[in-house]
């Protein structure tokens, strides 16, 4: 499971390396890769930029909407995917989607069965029980509604929205899951529900894990390993 602060395709490039080490993950040549857009509103100009990006890469890229549904048997689908990418967008917004049509039983198969579960901001955040998310309006608020394939919580945009960190760390100051806060241009990939490696494809960006320890808040550095 990878989870991107921010970046990758999303950002406009059309060529990441956060995409192509999310894409290697999946250990063969020509990896099926799905693009769920649901927490974009499912919108032709985030799936075509997806499709700009992965197409002609070593990759057989396809996407499932849900707004527009044409698909009858998702699991079967899904389940045929080597990686599955959520993009960003309206967390909350995506979660009640997904479970609508029973998307979040589906991917929590996946994940048992080894498939690549990654995404980027409300992709990133969707796997663990707890996130930070500016679903509900301007403001940003603590949501504890995540699939909980991930222990814990998640802040995505860490250093590049300045009221990202005020607000997390609040939250955790309050009895807020403590989790991990992740920058642009930043993954950090799990291995069975633990944290493996830290990724970054740009300088000077990092992760952090931010707890509770007596009565301060503390974050811990997470140096990652750079793809440049």
């Not at 990758?8 to 999310?22: E, Q, V």
């Not at 250990?27 to 930029?49: E, M, N, Q």
């Not at 808040?217 to 793809?227: A, M």
Request: aromatic fraction near 10%; include cysteine.
């Amino acid at each position: 499971m990878v989870a991107l602060g921010g970046g990758g395709f999303s950002d406009g490039g059309a060529w990441s390396r956060l995409d192509d080490y999310m894409l290697s993950l999946a250990s063969k040549p020509r990896p099926r890769i799905c693009f769920l857009p649901t927490a974009g509103g499912d919108t032709d100009s985030y799936v075509a930029t997806f499709y700009r990006a992965f197409s002609p890469r070593e990759c057989q890229p396809s996407d499932l909407a849900l707004f527009r549904r044409t698909v009858v048997d998702l699991g079967a689908f899904l389940l045929e995917q080597d990686v599955i990418y959520v993009g960003g967008g309206n967390t909350a917004n995506m979660l009640a989607i997904w479970r609508t049509h029973g998307v979040d039983r589906i991917l929590r198969d996946a994940w048992e069965q080894g498939i690549v579960l990654a995404g980027v901001s409300a992709g990133a955040i969707c796997w663990f029980e707890a996130s930070v998310t500016d679903s509900f309006g301007l403001g940003l608020a603590g949501m504890r509604d995540g699939l909980g394939l991930l222990a814990g919580s998640a802040c995505p945009h860490y250093s590049s929205e300045e009221r990202r960190r005020p607000v997390y760390r609040q939250l955790v100051g309050s009895g807020f899951p403590p989790g991990y806060a992740i920058d642009d241009q930043v993954g950090l990939h799990f291995i069975d529900g633990r944290l493996a490696e830290v990724v970054s494809a740009a300088d000077g960006r990092s992760a952090y894990e931010v707890k509770l320890e007596g009565a301060a808040v503390r974050e811990r550095p997470l140096t990652p390993r750079s793809l440049s």
